[in-house]
């Protein structure tokens, strides 16, 4: 009932807040016998980090990750792994002055509701730090995930009206947008400094892809893929929507457009000659490349003056100033590709439920 | 671990396949004490029922339901809640020819790649015909949800380029699209009939909102309310794009533009003067409306030749007789409804457990 | 969170009420392709039913079941199998002259606190009649069990101080006490006899054992395998206590009697010279057989005069007619195989996610 | 589907093993609100550690606990509550020449079968080392269980044939059997005692009991007080059997001897006149003294020769040194009371769900 838990055979627990003393999950269900080294959790954990670069949060910190349990002599042993990163350049000052207003766009008013009182030192829980723990969990999904023979990979796909015209996948890691067209991404970094200079932030559109995924992977009728990977999707901070395949272009296409014929491909499996279907068809994987795209809104924190209310209800201008990002874009990237991936790997383990003849 | 079920507190198991003997469902969680009546639910699965109109399936079921357990003296009793409706006009020969074909944008690949097999006749369990557990759970949430104030209402808000103007809430049950402009609805027939007569199918969008939810709903972080109705809508059959609030427009906004200021409104609570965020911040509702937009793509089932391959992966053409319908668009409409009203009810439960001086 | 849901990978939810339309179940999670024939359910249902002896309630139901969904030529399909019975002997008069007394041992009182009021006919849900679903979905469980070579039997062991002294298993189906002992079981019939006739009631124990477990069957550290039958069993109606293996006997026992030294079998697996444990050692199975005993109530219902209160908490005589079992015990025995055949069929299917080599 | 969580509102997660960098805990579902001091932690965890005295382990560890998150200016703020122990004694070195043989009694070999290998340094994940988090976690359910005044308190009942005569609530904690009759706790001491200096180990039963729990907790039909009930206890290791109200003394037993009177008591409420059923009824409390009953075997580690194989199935001898408890009954005390407090705790927070009109 509690909210903090994703996934049904792969599961991960996520815990901390922004200025605690810690920020960390358990993986519970990752299968015994996995290699997993440190390394590699740390690994995607910088790709996550702040401070990074001129498009992002200026705050410092190494979030260095530990293994607390679940590895044995660099194997996984069946049990729960627990990862933390310990909290070392929290700045509660930058929030004192700002504790009983409400900021727009955040959700400072929304947890006072619910819980009568919140954490508001940098956020608390709903601070962007909780995905620390996500994209750990995602390390290690995906390490088994490889063994399976899927990869996943995402980038910025759009900024405002800067859409991405080329598609060089060593492209995305070399800019600091994750932008797979290095001309576009030029671009959109001058875009997003210009409205950090103006006390602003942008929104923009994240692509997502996963290949290699075996067909079979999805449980119908309510944890269809695409429904978990909605759930996913929509459960990063930020996200205001979500399509797959065609997404909403659907809208527009005829049936005789939008269906993809089956073929058989040259090795004797059975595939799709075109992939409108995005990879799913009937909440189940084709063995197509699997395709999401995610719309992330402009960071609510932004240096304006803006009009908000206090506790109480009292109206108050409000300044937020910090270490924040004007846009989310090239963080976002790690952390969608750890939300699928954590889908991925449920549904792969789920799937060896599916018959009696297993 | 198997996908047939929906909510935590609140919730929805369904079963039944297109041709077996009877789909249904159970709700369990349901509290005790509100008053249930059997009309209550006929009248949302009639709603939602095949033969209707020339833009739908010719199918021609009564859809009886009959309540088995859970109800005494007229109100719920806390125990589960089983609803049937026989299967009375299945006719499995329109299958037979095609039973071992893969129909392209179908289920048939990955439900035999699945589990070795399925059930052929209508598309088994992958059928349309299963919403109707979901539509008949759905309207037990919404006669909770009604108890605390909370409404909801669906309609069609496009259909190719053709975009609802106007907005005359009434008028939405009043033409067979469900549309709440009465004019660009006539277009709307027009062009589904057309579609029909040239053997073709066309997608959409699907609006549905819901008013009155008082604020403090959802369980970050990962079942934040935007996240159970982002999976709830993706778990419908043909939806492949899903947007709350601003959605996928975010992308062009700046944080100024984007975020809504809270204000103290006249009766003393707290709101804000725009609604860009669609009724949720942080994963909790904050009152205003939430708004979600759905878009479904054009059936898989339409009469043209189309090309693909049997079971074996041998190439093969087909064509898809039988009584399908040309949009799901005005089907969509109570199915979407029902799925946000199960979301709603799990959250307002699932609410009670977020304080201990509750 | 709602409670009549059992299971995580193989799944039971069972519905209704003693005087309601049905009673019946959903299995959800049963793996695509295993034989299932309505008849192999319909036999556990028998030995489940009442009005079979004079030891048991002369309720005439034939208690027939028809499955509803799941089941496609012979074989489960992976999709939910809902079965259902309807109640056909439902004699409410019975209820009505007390159904504002709270019955001594009974669930009226606690239901009425608990939901505000309840379904009285019968006890409602609470009713033994709702162990039907549990008969039902335990018969798919054995039917997988089989395929994997699992076998399940029961019997009742002890009635007041008459204990089954010589234990023939072909003799446990031939009398109506399912006693192994044919002598003893002679012995336990005039026993229960004499009780109904001073309008009292007995109680007693009843043994369960699984044989061919394949070792490896558990997940620790809370769904250990005795856990999750601790909780199968707990949750049949009048179980006060549960013991597996030596059970309270160990508290008599030293390590070097309770441990059981560990060998090479002929076949060259590993086991056990005894079975101390009860063939679960860690929370998982050892391939030993698996050993649960029950000690079961005498039943609530009886004929005398008792002292309680009604719903106002007034004073009040009662005296309780109708039809009611004297003992429980031969019909515990298939609901005990049940419970046992649910938990074993789901750790089964559990088991195949443990490793990543699998 | 993996198994290290426990609860359904208020749900524990623990992790860690025996000798690997820490063990701890993730209670999710805590409602916000509540003060939570670390000391209330710490004292519960003292009170499980080990040693303590001649008949604990010589395993000498601070077990100090910290907070990682969940709490706020001394309340929880209704996010996870992280908490973590260091393990700072493990030596391994007295597990590395058994590391290939398999304990009698012991869950080595069922961890291999299941995951493939196993953390063999001081029995990995499987070592009573776990039980810290449940403690831990079993800390704040009693915190939030006093709130609505329910206590919870565990003693030594029996050790062999050594039966605790009198009870003085005061001395449980004043000796070291934690057993509430002095005289008999003098003698349990000294046979402990023998029974080590015989290298052998002593079995016995703990009691555990709640007081002030209101009517109306617990879920039919599965998840009835005592299904979780006997789940949580079974789930601890070493337990092998559990009773409740009479117990297996209800094998002797007639209906007329075991129905408790309703009455109505001087302050208005309903309650029995005697507690044979142990405080629940139908699943449900009924506001009387829940009264539990649990089996604890003797410790398999025995530093006597014991007859076994090694994982190749081949015949050794095997000595079991190291730090070992003779008897676990005085540690079980607080794991016991910590198992009832969650089970409570997880259903007094469900129990919010049973009405519409709450």
Redo the contacts between chains.
């Keep these: 009932?509690?909210?903090?838990?994703?996934g049904?055979?792969f599961?991960l627990?996520?815990?901390?807040?922004s200025h605690?003393?810690?920020?960390?999950c358990?993986v519970?269900?990752?299968?015994?016998?996995?290699e997993l080294a440190v390394e590699a959790i740390q690994r995607e954990l910088d790709r996550r980090r702040v401070g990074q670069s001129k498009v992002s949060s200026a705050r410092q910190e190494p979030d260095q990750v530990?293994?607390?349990?679940?590895?044995?002599e660099g194997?996984?042993?069946?049990?729960?792994?627990?990862m933390?990163v310990r909290n070392t350049d929290a700045k509660s000052s930058h929030y004192t002055n700002i504790k009983d207003l409400?900021r727009?766009?955040?959700?400072?008013?929304?947890?006072d509701?619910?819980?009568?009182?919140?954490?508001w030192?940098g956020g608390?829980?709903?601070s962007a730090r909780?995905t620390i723990g996500r994209v750990a969990g995602g390390a290690v999904a995906k390490l088994?995930l490889a063994?399976y023979g899927v990869s996943i990979v995402a980038w910025t796909a759009?900024?405002?009206?800067l859409v991405a015209q080329t598609f060089d996948e060593d492209e995305i890691e070399r800019n600091i947008m994750r932008c797979p067209d290095a001309a576009v991404a030029a671009q959109m970094v001058e875009r997003v400094d210009a409205?950090r200079r103006s006390l602003?932030?942008?929104?923009?559109?994240v692509e997502v892809r996963a290949r290699g995924v075996p067909?079979?992977l999805?449980?119908?009728?309510?944890?269809?893929l695409?429904?978990?990977?909605?759930?996913?999707?929509?459960?990063i901070?930020a996200?205001?929507?979500?399509?797959?395949?065609?997404?909403?272009?659907?809208?527009?296409?005829?049936?005789?457009?939008?269906?993809?014929?089956?073929?058989?491909r040259a090795d004797?499996?059975?595939g799709?000659t075109s992939n409108h279907?995005?990879g799913?068809?009937?909440?189940?994987?084709?063995g197509e490349e699997i395709t999401v795209r995610l719309?992330?809104?402009?960071?609510?924190?932004?240096a304006?003056r803006?009009?908000?209310?206090d506790r109480a209800?009292?109206?108050s201008d409000i300044e937020i100033h910090g270490r924040h990002d004007p846009t989310v874009l090239p963080r976002l990237v790690p952390i969608a590709e750890a939300m699928l991936a954590l889908v991925l790997a449920d549904h792969l383990?789920?799937?060896?439920?599916?018959?009696?003849?297993?």
């Design positions: 009932m509690p909210g903090n838990t994703f049904q055979a599961r627990t996520t815990w901390g807040e605690g003393p810690s920020v960390g358990v519970d269900g990752c299968p015994a016998g996995l530990e293994i607390m349990s679940g590895v044995f194997r996984t042993t069946g049990t729960p792994i627990a933390m409400y727009p766009g955040h959700a400072d008013y929304t947890w509701v619910k819980y009568g009182f919140r954490d030192r608390g829980r709903s909780e088994l063994r759009q900024l405002g009206d409205a602003d932030s942008l929104g923009g559109i067909p079979g999805g449980e119908p009728v309510f944890d269809k695409q429904a978990d990977i909605g759930k996913a999707m929509f459960s901070p996200i205001k929507g979500v399509e797959m395949g065609e997404g909403f272009g659907v809208a527009h296409l005829r049936g005789s457009e939008n269906n993809d014929p089956f073929v058989r004797g499996s059975i799709t279907h995005g799913i068809l009937g909440g189940i994987s084709t719309a992330a809104k402009p960071p609510a924190s932004i304006q803006q009009q908000t209310v209800g009292n109206p383990l789920r799937q060896r439920l599916a018959r009696a003849d297993f």
